[in-house]
């Protein structure tokens, strides 16, 4: 079924229309038609071009009105202020409206793809291989899940990219005591569970540091060991593949709690990019983009200084010869502009790292790999804190685990669900399910309903509390209109234009229109909490409607059918603008 054309649309058309017959310069003029309290749409633009034409912008308006048809789509059209226009739509066009997106049976709700759709490459979710993931890890992966979510609906052709760290100068120490005591991570990988993984990788990392630091003869070994590493001796390489195959039992157990996926065929760490390096570094100095100081391979800005005004270079290779992250994320640039054929290149990463980026981004415009055609953009994000406003840490000062924060976060939500359990009628296992995704939807939802730039407070028993702006309120509008549609007995929903509508009514349908829109724009902007404020307030609107019109007692069977169809396309909104934030709607809570 082809998209939906949206009231807005259809209001403007008109508009348009009649601004053309009045004023036939303004033909291509944008009316600036926006959502408006004081009617259900106002139109701003004709004071900008009553003054472009020298014209009186209140008379202009008036010869506007006079122009627009009224009836099917366009109600009522008053001139306001200095020329302002306040336009009331059409009960019966709502409706219709609403209706041909309740008939798309693509299940896109008449959401229409993205006018030029691309190929974007999003680096998200970046643990390191034999580290436990924490709380800082959190918003990569869920802000960068949602993106790939909503790219994806808009016809935007998704590579994912999990730039994992995977190498360096520590697996040298890991790898050289794991050839000495070849048995500690003997095992298939199917016996073992991700907190068991992790709890291996956690006490071999723990014993092989201690040797380090107490035994020279070791170090010295363990400092060949990264030698070997990176001239990609077999055996060592081997060795290496274990710690990573190891650490992917955990971050795939990881994943799976928060109910993400994360395929092993992105994954691409930082080893990924080896064989790239040296022709990277090559490429910069030949054609001048880099140049050599004090024998490192470096890259000057001239507005990039430090506290004393000396420049602040990237180091792309090291005066030893070693090269840094900087050598890694243009090679990682370099493959997705050429290999991937990227016209954009996502990076969900911590804000901190901005001028990295920045600095990452203008070198590799400089070399020619990045241009008009093909950008890099980084989605900064903000840190985690705790109640308290400071960096989330533990009692005793540790960074959180992030597989704790989900496990505390289940527990809490499933408490909640199974206060209400008994009263809707669910099993044991229907409570345990919920309470999961109650629980990782609480997590996600609080992270996606703040702007990514901005910290938030992370803090349980506002995340699973019913009111206020909450995923679990969400959740529990949808599992309301579902116990509705299955209390209707042989009612069904049924879109009837011919009826008038209540204030609450239209208020809720109007908004319904919007989600549209909404999606592309959120998509465009690459700002998921906008998607997030949209469907808090179709529950709130949700629940003013309930308040105010009666669905199963209403005056009629056609207002019972009509007030039905309302609420299961409110349900359809709901659920798929929250699985494109990743969170899931259970039928019954």
């Not at 009553?50 to 009186?56: D, L, Q, R, T």
């Not at 795939?252 to 080893?271: C, H, Q, T, Y």
């Not at 990514?452 to 019913?466: G, N």
Request: charged fraction near 25%; proline fraction near 4%; hydrophobic fraction near 40%.
């Amino acid at each position: 079924m082809a998209s939906v054309t949206s009231l807005r649309d259809s209001v403007q058309q008109h508009l348009a229309s009649a601004l053309s017959a009045a004023l036939p310069e303004a033909a291509d003029a944008d009316p600036l038609l926006r959502r408006s309290d004081r009617a259900d749409y106002q139109a701003n633009g004709i004071l900008a071009l009553a003054k472009k034409a020298k014209a009186n912008p209140r008379e202009l308006a008036t010869q506007v009105v006079s122009g627009i048809v009224t009836g099917e789509v366009i109600a009522d059209v008053e001139v306001s202020g200095p020329g302002f226009l306040n336009i009331t739509v059409a009960d019966q066009a709502i409706t219709e409206n609403l209706a041909a997106r309740y008939a798309d049976d693509t299940g896109r709700l008449g959401v229409p793809y993205a006018a030029h759709p691309g190929t974007t490459v999003i680096d998200y979710a970046q643990p390191n291989v034999a580290k436990e993931m924490h709380v800082g890890h959190l918003r990569s992966a869920v802000i960068g899940d949602a993106m790939v979510r909503l790219l994806e609906f808009t016809g935007e052709n998704v590579v994912r990219r999990h730039h994992i760290g995977d190498w360096g100068t520590q697996f040298g120490m890991l790898i050289q005591y794991l050839d000495e005591h070849p048995h500690e991570l003997d095992h298939k990988e199917s016996e073992v569970s991700g907190e068991e993984a992790m709890s291996n990788l956690d006490r071999l990392y723990k014993t092989a540091r201690k040797l380090f630091d107490s035994d020279e003869e070791f170090k010295t070994r363990a400092r060949r060991r990264v030698v070997d590493l990176q001239a990609g001796d077999p055996k060592t390489l081997a060795i290496w593949q274990k710690f990573v195959d190891e650490s992917k039992i955990y971050f795939f157990s990881v994943f799976d709690k928060l109910d993400m996926e994360v395929r092993d065929p992105d994954i691409v760490g930082e080893s990924g990019y080896n064989d790239m390096l040296a022709e990277t570094c090559r490429l910069l100095e030949e054609s001048g983009v880099a140049v050599r100081s004090e024998g490192a391979l470096c890259v000057f800005f001239d507005d990039i200084k430090g506290p004393e005004g000396n420049p602040v270079p990237l180091i792309v290779q090291k005066s030893d010869g070693g090269y840094g992250y900087a050598a890694t994320d243009l090679s990682a640039i370099r493959d997705r502009v050429f290999n991937l054929k990227a016209s954009t290149l996502l990076y969900v990463v911590d804000a901190r790292q901005a001028l990295h980026f920045r600095m990452v981004f203008e070198t590799a415009r400089r070399a020619g790999w990045l241009n008009d055609d093909v950008t890099a953009v980084q989605l900064a994000f903000g840190t985690v804190l705790g109640k308290d406003g400071k960096p989330f840490k533990t009692r005793e000062g540790e960074t959180v685990k992030l597989e704790n924060l989900l496990d505390e976060a289940v527990e809490r939500a499933t408490a909640v669900v199974r206060e209400k359990a008994e009263k809707v009628g669910l099993t044991e296992d229907e409570i345990v399910e919920n309470g999961r995704y109650v629980g990782v939807g609480a997590v996600k939802y609080a992270d996606l309903s703040t702007s990514a730039v901005r910290d938030y407070k992370f803090d349980l028993d506002q995340m699973v509390s019913l009111n206020g702006d909450t995923s679990v309120y969400l959740q529990y509008a949808y599992a309301r209109i579902q116990s509705i549609l299955r209390k209707a007995g042989e009612a069904r929903p049924a879109a009837h234009p011919e009826l008038a509508l209540a204030p609450a009514e239209r208020a809720l349908g109007l908004h319904l229109d919007q989600f549209a829109e909404t999606v592309l724009e959120v998509a465009a902007a690459r700002e998921p909490h906008k998607m997030a404020a949209y469907l808090y307030q179709l529950a709130s609107l949700l629940t003013s409607f309930y308040d105010q019109c009666p669905v199963l007692k209403a005056d009629s069977p056609a207002q019972v059918e009509n007030r039905l169809f309302l609420v299961d396309l409110t349900a359809r909104t709901l659920h798929e603008g929250m699985a494109l934030l990743g969170i899931r709607t259970p039928g019954k809570l």
